[in-house]
C-alpha cells in the first residue's frame, strides 16, 4: 500500500491518478494512523513553504514522514514536497522544514522569469548511479512549476539538475528517499516511468533485498 499524504493542501489529485495507475493499492490518508503498513510514502506539495510546513505538523503526517525515513521505508517528496525535506526556506524564514535532509531551500537566482512554470531537461549528475532515474535515458524532459530549489549541504545527494539562470538541484537520491523538484505526475510518459520506479522500490521484495 502506497500512502500519499494529504494535509489539506490540495492538488493532490493528479499524484494520486498517476500512481493508480501503475498500482492500485493507493491510499490517501489524513491522519498518522491511516498510513499503517504502508510499503512507499509520498508527499506532495503545492503552494508555499511555511504555509505547506504548518499544515504538515497541523495534520500530524510529519510523524508518518519521518517514521519512513528513519524506518527506511521508501519516502517520495515532490515540489513542495520535495522542499519541505530540508530544514528550512528562504521563502519562510524562521519556519522549519521536516530537516531529512541537510540543506536549505533558496530562490532561483538570475535574471530568470519566476516561477519556472515549462518542461525542462534534466542533467543527470556524472558518475551517480540512480534507482529513481533507472531507464529514463540520460537527459529525460520533465515538467516544473517553482520558484524556489533546496541546496542540499550534501552534493553527493544530487542525481540530476536542470538548467534555469544556471544549474538548479532537480533531484536528490539518498538510499530509498527520493525528493523530486519537477512533477513526475505531469511529465507525461517520462514522468510515470519514474513513478514506476518508485512503486517498484516499494514492493516488499525490493525493500526485503536491500536490506
Not at 522544514?97 to 540543506?103: E, I, N, Q, S
Not at 532515474?133 to 524556489?148: A, C, I
Request: aromatic share 8%; hydrophobic share 45%.
Amino acid at each position: 500500500m502506497l500512502a500519499v499524504l494529504d494535509y489539506g493542501i490540495g492538488n493532490l489529485a493528479s499524484a494520486e491518478k498517476a500512481l493508480r495507475r501503475l498500482t492500485g493499492d493507493v491510499r490517501l490518508v489524513r491522519a498518522p494512523e491511516e498510513a499503517e503498513g504502508a510499503t512507499g510514502v509520498v508527499l506532495p506539495g503545492v503552494g508555499a513553504f511555511g504555509a505547506c510546513a504548518r499544515a504538515l505538523r497541523s495534520s500530524g503526517l510529519d510523524a508518518v514522514a519521518r517514521a519512513a525515513f528513519d524506518g527506511g521505508t521508501p519516502f517520495l517528496g515532490i515540489c513542495v514536497g520535495f522542499q519541505l525535506m530540508f530544514q528550512a526556506s528562504d521563502e519562510t524564514p524562521g519556519e522549519p522544514g521536516l530537516g531529512l535532509l541537510p540543506g536549505r531551500v533558496r530562490r532561483l537566482v538570475g535574471t530568470v522569469k519566476h516561477p519556472q512554470m515549462q518542461w525542462n531537461r534534466l542533467e543527470r549528475v556524472a558518475g551517480r548511479s540512480s534507482a529513481m532515474l533507472e531507464g529514463l535515458g540520460p537527459s529525460p524532459w520533465m515538467y516544473f512549476v517553482h520558484s524556489y530549489a533546496p541546496v542540499p549541504d550534501d552534493d553527493d545527494l544530487v542525481v540530476a539538475t536542470c538548467d534555469y539562470g544556471g544549474p538548479v538541484v532537480a533531484a536528490v537520491e539518498a538510499g530509498r528517499c527520493w525528493g523530486t523538484q519537477f512533477h513526475p505526475e505531469k511529465s507525461g510518459r517520462t514522468g510515470l516511468a519514474l513513478l514506476a520506479n518508485f512503486v517498484r522500490a516499494c514492493e516488499p521484495a525490493a525493500v526485503g533485498a536491500s536490506r
